[in-house]
């Protein structure tokens, strides 16, 4: 499905209701697993959550998990560790070429038993569960968080616990308290100090035996930048969100300061105010390295408004559903865009125009459409295979008709 966007007019005001939080629900979902007298709201209806809880279900046999990386990882660790469960866990051709050495080689320090059925380093993984009575494992602190969380989320049902040394400057911070805040809702003891993270086992009932996965902040991101390019006075209400989020990317709402829009917080909801012009030789200058994932969201607002941006801290964007980095660099370079990137940098130059009926590629990746579907609000834009937002946000395209942008679906 390829689909042309053009702008409303005028100022927006619309209420979005944004379903909860895929990293929350991936997360609460695998801790269901394990604890099933844990109860959860709100879950995700996104299609990685759906393949999280398919996933879980399978005892023994194949286990496709398409191009969900998040599952990919959180159900390694998962079925290394349940006894008696053999599975294969597969997923799509981009999915086999990320690597996932790390997470193995940690499982690997605690016992588990884990093969490569293809390439070394990657999926697909022969699992076949077992009893881990092995507590300490060592990894460097600069990978992917979802290794890290992957290997916490199943420590309290280990014999021993776990004791996680980390080594070097640790990135994604914001993703691993979400974890340790997750295991301390259900009543696992955790301790974070320094590099150094230990939780206890936990083989007891549940203390609390409800959880209510918040809104997703970075499905949140798109409106950021739909209120960042429309006209000062734009406003759009979003629920459910909460002010002392455990979302690493609810640090939009000191960013997008920087682009003229403001956010209140009222109960659940939060309302996005643009409420000044900002000055076009500004250069914004951020380090994502606690909040990747809203890279490229930041980088099409700059184009969108004609400023600068130097984002740093991106080195996990070279492994997500496609190299985001790269993709970035094509795709804002078809819109006249002068951008460069590095393995974990992106310099973006400011520009005075774009060009108009680009058809944008989104390489299976979720964020590209999303990201680049607000610049519709300064020029006309196809958005080609716009299916794959079903991967985190499946009513996206829904809510964007909300906010009177003009969608036609169009020949491939």
Known sequence: MN???????????????????????????LLQALYPSLKIDNVSNSDDSEVMQKG?????????????????????????????????????????????????DALRQLGAEIEYTENEGYPPLKISGKRI??????????????????????????DSGLHLSLEGKITSVPYMKMTLALLDHIGAETIFEGNEITVKPFHTELSRAEFVVESDWSSASYFY???????????????????????????????????????????????????????????????????????????????????ACSLSGLHTL???????????????????????????ELYLKSSSSMNKDVAIDTYNDHRMAMAFAPLALRTSIIINDAGVVSKSYPDFWTDMKKLAFKIKEIEG
């Open 133 to 158: 009575s092995k507590n300490k494992v060592s990894m460097a602190a600069n990978v992917s968080s979802q290794y890290i969380s992957a290997l916490l989320l199943v420590a309290p049902t280990l």
């Open 3 to 29: 689909l042309h966007l053009q702008s409303s007019t005028g100022k927006l005001s619309e209420h979005i209701k944004i379903t909860g939080s895929k990293s929350e629900s991936n997360r609460a979902l």
């Open 318 to 344: 070279k492994i997500k559903e496609t190299d985001r980095l790269e993709a970035l660099k094509t795709e804002l370079g078809k819109l006249g865009a002068s951008i460069e990137v590095t393995d974990k």
């Open 56 to 104: 879980l279900k399978i005892i023994n046999g194949e286990v496709d998990i398409h191009h969900a990386g998040t599952a990919m990882r959180f159900l390694t660790a998962f079925f290394a560790t349940q006894e008696g469960r053999e599975v294969v866990l597969t997923g799509s051709k981009r999915m086999k070429e990320r690597p996932i050495r790390i997470l193995v």
């Open 225 to 307: 930048s739909v209120a960042a390019l429309s006209e000062v006075g734009t406003k759009i209400k979003l629920s459910s969100y909460k002010e002392n989020s455990l979302q690493g990317d609810s640090v939009l709402a000191e960013v997008y300061k920087d682009f003229g829009v403001i956010t209140q917080y009222e109960g659940e909801n939060i309302i996005l105010e643009k409420t000044e012009e900002i000055d076009l030789n500004k250069v914004i200058e951020i380090d994502l390295s606690d909040a990747p994932d809203i890279a490229q969201t930041i980088s099409v607002t700059a184009f969108g408004l004609g400023i």
